[in-house]
């Protein structure tokens, strides 16, 4: 099967990068290698476009990370170690999809839980208890309090901070959702619907939209998967 001969140029505008990018690539084993002209030229073809197309597609899926170690795995000869690199994934995905419901309910369970239930320490917290108690460091609970997402009380005279029954509450639902790397203004839009009437349509949005996202992601992967199968099998045809 012939290769076509392709400049630089050529491979960036198929990609939506920059010439120079397409050079790193190459410099870094993420294209295969390309010989050179008498001047010292690189000579790209259909090659390292399938494979430039490939790592991009990985990349939206896997990561740039992984992507690169998958291409370079490739390019050492170790398919295996390629595959190996994809399935870990895969499962990681997954971990991710069972820890979204796991947490999901859990965050049911915080949110419909009454600052008066007995699983709720009834007496103040101040902040090295109450971060002991979530497994988090101090300066994680001063974070969240200057996001507005939390308001201590402060002890008269000494002016330590002071958690009661429903900022408890507050902050194992925080500290569940940055754990599932939602943003701390998402955040806030749970816990202002919460307080305001109780509501956990805000906590089911939330969780929605992380579900979504896990399916775009997993879409990629499958996207960057196929590419990477048409790159080595028409590398294989090619020989």
Same mark, same amino acid.
């Given at each position: 099967?012939? !290769?076509?001969?392709?400049?630089?140029? +050529?491979?960036?505008?198929?990609?939506?990068?920059?010439?120079?990018? =397409?050079?790193?690539?190459? *410099?870094?084993?993420?294209?295969?290698?390309?010989?050179?002209? $008498?001047?010292?030229?690189?000579?790209?073809?259909? &090659?390292?476009? +399938?494979?430039?197309?490939?790592?991009?597609?990985?990349?939206?899926?896997?990561?740039?990370?992984?992507?690169?170690?998958?291409?370079?795995?490739?390019?050492?000869? +170790?398919?295996?170690?390629? %595959?190996?690199?994809? +399935? $870990?994934?895969?499962?990681?995905?997954?971990?991710?999809?069972?820890?979204?419901?796991?947490?999901? @309910?859990?965050?049911? $369970?915080?949110?419909?839980? *009454?600052?008066? *239930?007995?699983?709720?320490?009834?007496?103040?917290? /101040?902040?090295?208890?109450?971060?002991?108690?979530?497994? =988090?460091?101090?300066?994680? %609970? /001063?974070?969240? @309090?200057?996001?507005?997402?939390?308001?201590?009380? &402060?002890?008269?005279?000494?002016?330590?901070?002071?958690?009661?029954?429903?900022?408890?509450?507050? $902050?194992?639902?925080?500290?569940? %959702?940055?754990?599932?790397?939602?943003?701390?203004?998402?955040?806030?839009? =749970?816990?202002?619907?919460?307080? !305001?009437?109780?509501?956990? @349509?805000?906590?089911?949005?939330?969780?929605?939209?992380? /579900?979504?996202?896990?399916?775009?992601?997993?879409?990629?992967?499958?996207?960057?998967?196929?590419?990477?199968?048409?790159?080595?099998?028409?590398?294989?045809?090619?020989?």
């Amino acid at each position: 099967m012939s !290769r076509r001969a392709l400049r630089p140029i +050529d491979l960036a505008r198929e990609a939506g990068i920059s010439a120079q990018q =397409v050079r790193n690539y190459a *410099d870094a084993g993420i294209l295969p290698p390309a010989e050179r002209t $008498a001047a010292g030229y690189r000579r790209f073809d259909t &090659r390292h476009r +399938d494979a430039l197309l490939a790592y991009r597609a990985l990349a939206k899926g896997y990561g740039w990370d992984a992507a690169r170690s998958i291409m370079l795995a490739v390019h050492d000869g +170790d398919l295996a170690g390629a %595959l190996a690199l994809i +399935d $870990a994934g895969h499962a990681r995905l997954h971990q991710q999809r069972l820890a979204l419901q796991a947490t999901g @309910e859990a965050l049911e $369970a915080v949110a419909g839980q *009454d600052p008066g *239930d007995a699983a709720v320490p009834q007496s103040p917290l /101040r902040i090295g208890q109450l971060a002991a108690l979530l497994g =988090v460091r101090a300066s994680a %609970l /001063r974070v969240w @309090e200057a996001a507005g997402l939390l308001t201590p009380r &402060r002890e008269p005279g000494t002016g330590y901070r002071s958690y009661g029954p429903a900022e408890i509450r507050d $902050a194992r639902m925080i500290h569940m %959702l940055r754990q599932g790397r939602y943003p701390l203004a998402r955040i806030g839009a =749970v816990l202002d619907g919460l307080r !305001r009437s109780g509501s956990t @349509e805000a906590l089911r949005d939330a969780l929605a939209e992380r /579900r979504d996202a896990l399916a775009a992601t997993a879409v990629a992967m499958l996207e960057g998967s196929a590419r990477l199968h048409d790159y080595i099998s028409g590398a294989a045809q090619q020989g």
